[in-house]
């Protein structure tokens, strides 16, 4: 496919691999924001091409693995419900509550339906006029213009039978909680594509001022990656801290005003709790006071929960990149794809879990 | 979770700007897809689609970057070989 085989050539992979080599001198932790990226960079063995002292550590980009226990636990109790069809993207149904997934709750008589868009759930919701269609909301600013369009089209079309269980997180907030913590061991970015597709890059460049950290703007195909790393490394090399944009195809600096324009229509800035990490002031979107009627929370009068995660889980730390899946103790062993103790083991997108699919099995207690 | 897919607009069948759409084809396989976001892109133009929403249009011209840099590169280590 176009836009696809051609950055996915090995020769050229080759080549920007022989560039970083030729220009590192120092050892440098890189960290690839997007879960997306963290999937090809392991896939594709693209850690494998760099030279020794090159890291990539694998960051918190991955919305289904960082979305709260207690908002799955709230997914399961209104899913529950009669009269409810509850709509969902696939990757949200294995995702482990306190007392089970999604796909249990739809064994035991739920109707719950995976969706590919958000749109899909109005379909849904003119088709079934007597009950209350649900879609979990999940994502990151790639997400949020989506959810904030199929909101905004239930609004004017006075759909009532719809809602939404929202769980959009935001990426900058993240990337300075981890910049910010003691243990911080990133020296440079590659800020993930498609959330800049929308948002632009702007919102990058008072970090890299604050923490003098190189942030690159990079897409998701091989090359992209390599590209994003070279430019990378060199920024370090350099001793320059600049926000770089690789993903010039999809990405020009003030991003899509459209989109960005009808996230600001529909959702408000609001703190979230992150799985693995814990509550990060302003990292969330909630919906505007203008579209509470579409909460699902307040529709279904669902109350705070609160739950503990495993204490054996280290995700917290492999999502701020001190460790790599291969340290926990529990990896491959008590903690699988199957029965994943926490959040980088519930999506395909999660570090443990792509390690675990990719990496050599003498890994896997 | 964030990822999106290129595809070729094939027409656009609904040009209100708040419902805009149009059938885009994957390498073959053609969707109807929300091009409210991407309100200059028209037949024959590359999109990328993300939950079924074009969030940018392709860049043509930016999309051979990153292999022009690898050509100049190469130039550059031909002008040092012929220099040395």
Redesign the interface.
């Known amino acids: ?4 085989d ?2 996915r050539d090995a020769e ?1 992979a080759k ?2 691999s022989d ?1 970083i080599h030729s220009i590192t001198t120092s050892p440098w932790a890189i960290m690839e924001v ?3 990226q963290t999937h090809a960079i392991v896939k594709y063995g693209i850690d494998e091409l760099l030279p020794k002292g090159v890291t990539l550590l694998h960051g918190p ?4 693995c960082v979305t709260p226990v207690e908002l799955i636990d709230k997914a399961l109790e209104i899913a529950s419900r009669p009269g409810v069809i509850f709509c969902s ?1 696939g ?1 949200m149904l294995r995702v482990p509550g306190t007392k089970g997934d999604l796909f249990s709750v739809k064994a035991k008589g739920a109707d719950i339906r995976i969706v ?5 759930t109005l379909k849904i919701a003119r088709e079934n006029p007597s009950k209350e269609v649900v879609f979990f909301a ?3 600013e ?2 949020a ?2 959810t904030a ?1 199929t909101v ?2 239930a609004s ?1 079309m006075d759909i009532k039978n719809f809602s939404i269980l929202v769980s959009h997180v935001l990426v900058p907030p993240a990337l300075e909680a981890i910049l910010s913590s003691h243990n911080n061991n990133v020296k440079g970015f590659l800020a ?1 594509g ?2 800049c ?2 948002m632009g890059y702007t919102e990058y460049e008072p970090i890299v001022e604050k923490y003098h950290v190189p942030i690159v703007v990079t897409g ?1 195909e091989p ?2 990656i390599l ?1 994003g790393i070279y430019m990378c490394v060199k920024q370090l090399e350099e001793a320059r801290a600049e926000v770089e944009n ?1 993903y ?4 020009i600096r003030v991003g ?1 005003q ?2 960005q324009d009808i996230i600001r229509e529909v959702f408000e800035i609001i703190p979230r709790k992150w799985r693995g990490i814990g509550e990060i002031s302003a990292s969330g979107l909630g919906l505007r006071n203008e579209y509470a009627s579409f909460d699902a929370e307040r529709q279904f009068g669902i109350t705070e929960y609160s739950c503990e995660e495993s204490s054996e889980c280290i995700s917290g730390l492999v999502l701020k990149g001190v460790k790599k899946p291969h340290e926990c103790e529990a990896f491959g062993g008590r903690c699988t794809p199957e029965h994943p103790l926490g959040a980088t083991m519930v ?1 395909s ?1 999660g570090a443990c879990a792509a390690y675990y699919r990719y990496r050599n099995t003498s890994l896997k207690k | 979770m964030c990822l999106a897919v290129p595809g070729k607009i094939l027409s656009i069948t609904d040009d209100n700007p708040l419902t805009r759409r149009g059938r885009v084809s994957f390498g073959g396989i053609v969707r109807e897809v929300n091009l409210a976001f991407v309100s200059e892109a028209e037949t024959d133009d590359f999109v990328m689609v993300h939950v079924g929403f074009a969030i940018s249009q392709i860049d043509e011209s930016e999309a051979n970057k990153v292999f022009e840099y690898l050509k100049k590169m190469d130039e550059l280590s031909e002008i040092e070989g012929a220099s040395s």
């Not at chain 1, 496919?1 to 696809?4: C, L, T």
């Not at chain 1, 590919?116 to 899909?120: A, Q, R, V």
């Not at chain 1, 010039?248 to 990405?251: E, G, I, L, N, W």
Request: glycine share 8%; aromatic share 12%; charged share 15%.
């Open positions: 496919m176009k836009y696809i051609e950055y050229s080549r920007y560039l997007c879960g997306g980009g991955c919305p289904v993207f990757d590919y868009s958000p749109l899909d999940v994502g990151f790639t997400t213009p989506a369009m905004n089209q004017k993930a498609h959330v597709t929308i998701f090359l992209d590209q690789q010039t195809r999809s990405v899509n459209a989109a999506s997108e």
